[in-house]
């Protein structure tokens, strides 16, 4: 948990860089910038100047009431107290530790070659790769005679969709009978190989003129359309697969320099707060 808040932290960061001056106006002499409207909408203030011309009024009002309260506030002995002194360490301490991080991100996103990514993309082209699918229909019945039979009534129709699908809704035994048959979209994969390989040879709006034999009966297959093969050019997933590559060596690094500097730190904890390890019982194990 604690490991997954200082990536938080660091993202929260990028977005928010630091504070930066923009033609936004002053309120005193003291001139907004967008570090101050990011404290006021979050990492979306960034954008702030893809707003309309109201949305960005009212945030630029709410800056302008911050500012005067904040500096009325200045003339106050807040500065003074335990309290303020309290809080200003702990964000000293987060500012520091967040801009180490950015700093030890940014090293890391040069790290990141062409080649890196270029051997990430042909390790892993499956996952930017949509295989052929079919859109087809069937009739599934019980015996091969049946199905010559429907066959024989198709090949004599001159709307030869229209019947098959009138014949699925009356013959088919298979629950999308009702649907005329419609399997919808389907990849080759999905369907058992006798009935994969009869679907892939024919062309859009022919039908199987022999019954598919498979394990749940005899088959007759239309073929509605179909999609190739495809995968997305290498040009077109290099900026997200440098992200995910630099992403990765960035959590890498903080785990292992955590791991490292754990290891030299003398950490004194009260027994209450210590972690302790899960039994199995609570980690889901089986029951016995």
């Not at 200003?88 to 940014?106: F, P, S, T």
Request: hydrophobic share 35%; charged share 35%; with cysteine.
């Amino acid at each position: 948990m604690i490991k997954n808040s200082i990536k938080i932290g660091l993202t929260t960061l990028l977005m928010m860089g630091v504070a930066q001056a923009g033609n936004y106006g002053t309120v005193n002499g003291e001139e907004i910038t967008k570090g101050e409207i990011i404290q006021v909408m979050g990492p979306q203030g960034a954008q702030v100047d893809t707003l309309d011309s109201k949305m960005k009024k009212r945030v630029i009002g709410i800056i302008v009431d911050r500012k005067i309260l904040t500096q009325n506030a200045k003339k106050s002995d807040v500065e003074k107290s335990d309290a303020f002194k309290e809080k200003m360490a702990l964000v000293k301490d987060e500012i520091i530790l967040n801009l180490w991080m950015k700093a030890e991100n940014e090293k890391l996103e040069k790290s990141v070659t062409d080649a890196d990514v270029q051997a990430y993309y042909e390790k892993n082209k499956e996952k930017y790769s949509t295989p052929a699918e079919l859109k087809a229909r069937h009739i599934l019945v019980k015996t091969e005679n049946e199905a010559k039979a429907l066959i024989k009534e198709l090949d004599s129709s001159k709307e030869k969709k229209a019947t098959f699908i009138k014949l699925a809704k009356e013959k088919s035994t298979g629950p999308s009978g009702v649907q005329g048959g419609d399997l919808g979209w389907f990849s080759l994969d999905k369907m058992v190989p006798e009935f994969s390989k009869a679907a892939d040879v024919l062309k859009k709006g022919e039908y199987t003129k022999t019954p598919v034999k498979t394990q749940f009966g005899y088959h007759l297959i239309f073929l509605d359309d179909r999609k190739v093969a495809s995968i997305q050019k290498l040009e077109d997933v290099k900026d997200s697969i440098k992200d995910m590559l630099s992403r990765e060596k960035f959590n890498s690094f903080m785990d292992t320099t955590l791991t490292s500097l754990k290891k030299d730190a003398k950490i004194e904890l009260k027994e209450e707060v210590k972690v302790k390890a899960p039994t199995a019982k609570k980690c889901g194990g089986d029951k016995k």
